[in-house]
């Protein structure tokens, strides 16, 4: 009842007073305005497309609807898709949701909520989520196929689908099949300005990969193919790349195989690159005007993709075979004809290519047992087209919504004669108009357009656009929905919009104007057999299929069934479909042409609704009864209203309505008494019923209001005086509790003084003078014992945690303090003994270079979470390097390539260093050859620059064994662990300490004297640790470094 309850404008227009077009459009903007986008019709749902995103779907509104009856919450197309799918489940009956509009509508989306709302209510498991998850991956891949940019709409699907979705008894999908009808095929080599092709062309070249663009021979420039809009190439708020690998997702997951989008991405180029085939005139021999191939290149590329010869895929273009039972004759094509087959073969493949992925959908999505399933249609085709020149699309089109506005009419009447039968009440004939004798004009197989336009096909002689007009209008010349210029000067009428190629007839939903110029082609939809054959012959596995009728084999002379035959064929099935299932509808609207939020365009609307035949549908809906309710609601809803039903009525529920109105006075004519329902008439009965229950609500909440101030005053008051007894109770309870405690506390005190001087008196002499004492030392260890069993609840779990709970008293200052240290050294010892030997001489050799650099050397921190490695020359992988090992005792434990700095030039020369227990050796860099052995005695101290530098100098004893040539200058990458190492074994071996000196300015000693190294710290190059020395006089080395 929440239609009839804080709605905005009427949520149901069968109740909508007065009833015409303006107050219907009125309704729907004042709606609109307020963003509530749908309204009923009955059990019809109009949507406006609000051209925004509105918080009005997803799992919080789906499960709110799922638990409510269709009029028990604001309209909604959730409300529609629950109704469907409980009936399906529970009554066990076929559904079909009919989604109509013109394009920019909505009906794509709406067709998409329908079916996430109904995959998102039926049962959960794994087997079930796969199938719903192909159901709607479904739909990515057939927008990118079949849809496009328009001028009207930038997703507009230029094809109509009925989608056949199949449940289990438990309403679980089971899978399902596809329909389509009618593709735009012409789109692929001709749209208007502004408009694209279909979406698939754009995200090919935007999304895919250089790799992929080169097996398919493409460019990434729209610009390059003439098939495609380069004006119109790109489409705000559309990432054509992220759709392209979201649609390469979805065949993935509908069960494409990587081999066949590799073909069907294949055959997508054929098409783009047939457009760029340039085709000139050539005169033959004999003077008969003929056609070439202008761009062979371009060509050879379509070749090899299809695998084909080149010079057979260019016969096939340029030429045509007529053939007779008789005789065979090869006719050359001049540019015309050849531009006709050349676009002609890439409409073919595009829209076989697209039935062939509807059809490879179905065997993935399809039931493969054969049980008896429940079946729900959902239909997404065009709505009503009356365009500036409207050809023979437009035509089968507006066909197509006749025979859908005929099903509408004729179920809508059957469904409300089922249901006054059902409830017994007497069923009178609604007079509406029947648009059969429309449909019998197109449709009749004998007098009908559509089979005059395949017998002016098929006819022998010279046949024209203009001789199918001319027999319409001789055939047509008396029919009251049939006009043209011939049938109005018969008529003595004149109308100039009327063209002489035109003819008008008037649909349900207005008149239409047709030209005729084209539609005998159209109709035709000729491919010469040359190309079926050469297409046939191809090696192309998924080319070859498309093209079944090129087999020599199962060549064939009869004609194949025109478009129109074909088109006719399919709305056949459909209707019979459609009427073998219970219909549900949702007429899509557009509310502007410029796609803007919150515009709506009363003109524009008032068309669509004219279209949709939106006021025929309430007028029938509410020919007989405008509203019924069953009786229990109803009651419910009322009751509040009678004497005899208020507060409570104990009786049947018809009893207790016939009763309630009854008292109303209503008049007889406007009600009628079904067997579960109560049926009204008029709406301004309704209305009068919901006003009359508004102004009694209103008394009843005053009257409730009243009764609870009254009771809620009384309650006031009797918890204010229980409140104060208890309070005066309290308070003197309370005064006389502190009297007996001031009188017992004096008694008791008086008492101990006696006692103490009683006691005082008898035992003076037995008093010690050190009971003091013994009291302080137990008052002492009682709070030394709390002091330490609290420290022990609090103690640091973690060895990094340097928390520490602070004393309860200052005498434990101290105490607290060693704890501490002694806590943190048990800690670290417990520690230590957990770790293998190899840690514990990591950790000592870390310690060690902490002791030695630790705020002394800029490279220190960087160093400290850096392992030792020790071998950074790949010894055990060199032999050369190995041999080294014999100049000095025991093994390596230090293995770099360091840079000695020459005393003369201040050059650098990279050394092989190798560290051992007792020997430094440097060798050669290339040839590993011993260059000097130093004796770790021989090393007197170190001189180390405290910048990010590795620049270090060995000074070594007078007495040292390698000569006169003096100390070292040596630069390392891993100075830290190199000098670390170093002390370590000078220790070891030499039970002493070296010396390690940080500074920026040494002496080192050589042959010719002594030299004085100088660091500078550079402002270049900062973050590099790349050294430049530069000799300053004779006996001055400035070494600049970071």
Known sequence: MSLLEGSVGVGDMVLLEPLNEESLLKNLDKRFQHKEIYTYIGNVVVSVNPYQQLPIYGPEFIDKYKEYNFYELKPHIYALANEAYQSLKDHDRDQCILITGESGSGKTEASKLVMSYVAAVCEKGEQVNSVKEQLLQSNPVLEAFGNAKTIRNDNSSRFGKYMDIEFDFKGSPLGGVITNYLLEKSRVVKHVKGERNFHIFYQLLEGADAQLLKALKLEKNVSCYSYLNFEASRVDGMDDAANFRAVQNAMNIIGFSSEEIQKILEVIAIVLKLGNVEVGDEFQANGVPGSSIQNEKVLKEISDLMGLQVEGLERALCSRTMETKQEKVVTTLNKIQAC???????????????????????????????????????????????????????????????????????????????????????????????????????????????????????????????????????????????????????????????????????????????????????????????????????????????????????????????????????????????????????????????????????????????????????????????????????????????????????????????????????????????????????PKTLFYLEEKRRIRIHQLVTLVQKMYRGWRCRTNYQLMRKSQILISSWFRGNMQKKRYGKIKASTLLIQAFVRGWKTRKEYRKYFRSGAALHLSNFIYRRMAQRFLLGLKDNLPTKITDNRWPPPPYKSFTLANQELKIIYHQWKCKKYRDQLSPQKREVLKDKLCASELFKGKKASYPESVPVPFRGDYVMLHGKPKLQQLQKAGDGPVLMADTVNKINRADGKMVPRILLLTKSHVILADAKGSKVKSVIGLESVDEVSVSSLQNGLFGLHLSEISSVGSKGDFLLVSEHAIELLTKLYQATLDKMKRPLPITVTEEFTVKFKEGDLTVKVIQSQMNKGSNKLSCKKKGHNQLEVFAQ
């Not at 199962?554 to 709305?571: D, E, H, M, V």
């Open 340 to 682: 006709y087959a050349r676009d002609a073969l890439a409409k073919n493949i595009y829209s076989r290519l697209f039935s062939w992925i509807v059809n490879r959908i179905n065997e993935n999505i399809k039931v493969s047992d054969s049980t008896k399933k429940k079946v729900m249609g959902v239909l997404d085709i065009y709505g009503f087209e009356i365009l500036e020149n409207n050809s023979f699309e437009q035509f089968v089109i507006n066909y197509c919504n006749e025979k859908l506005q005929q099903v509408f009419i004729e179920m809508t009447l059957k469904e409300e004669q089922e249901e006054y039968l059902k409830e017994g009440i007497p069923w009178v004939k609604i007079d509406y108009f029947d648009n059969g004798i429309i449909c019998n004009l197109i449709e009749h197989h004998q007098q009908g357009i559509l089979a005059m336009l395949d017998e002016e096909c098929l006819r022998p002689g010279v046949v024209s656009d203009s001789t199918f007009l001319a027999k319409l209008n001789q055939v047509f010349c008396k029919h009251n929905y049939y006009e043209s210029r011939v049938t109005q000067n018969a008529q003595r009428q004149h109308d100039p919009s009327m063209g002489l190629s035109c003819f008008r007839i008037r649909h349900y939903a207005g008149k239409v104007m047709y030209n005729v110029d084209g539609f005998l082609d159209k109709n035709n939809d000729l491919l010469f057999r040359d190309l079926s054959q050469a297409l046939w012959a191809s090696k192309h596995s998924l080319l070859r299929s498309l093209f079944p009728e090129g087999d020599p084999k199962q060549a064939s002379l009869k004609r194949p069934p025109t478009a129109g035959t074909q088109f006719k064929n399919s709305i056949a099935t459909l209707m019979k479909n459609l009427y073998s299932k219970n219909p549900n509808y949702i007429r899509c609207i557009k509310p502007n042409e410029h796609q803007q939020r919150g515009l709506f365009s009363s003109e524009l609307v008032n068309t669509q609704a004219r279209y949709l035949g939106l006021l025929e549908n309430v007028r029938v809906r509410r020919a007989g009864y405008a509203y019924r309710q069953v009786y229990g609601v109803f009651l419910e809803r009322y009751r509040m209203l009678g004497q005899s039903t208020w507060p409570h009525w104990r009786g049947p529920a018809r009893e207790g309505v016939e009763k309630l109105l009854g008292e109303l006075s209503l008049s007889s004519e406007e009600l009628a008494f079904g067997r579960t329902k109560i049926f009204i008439r008029s």
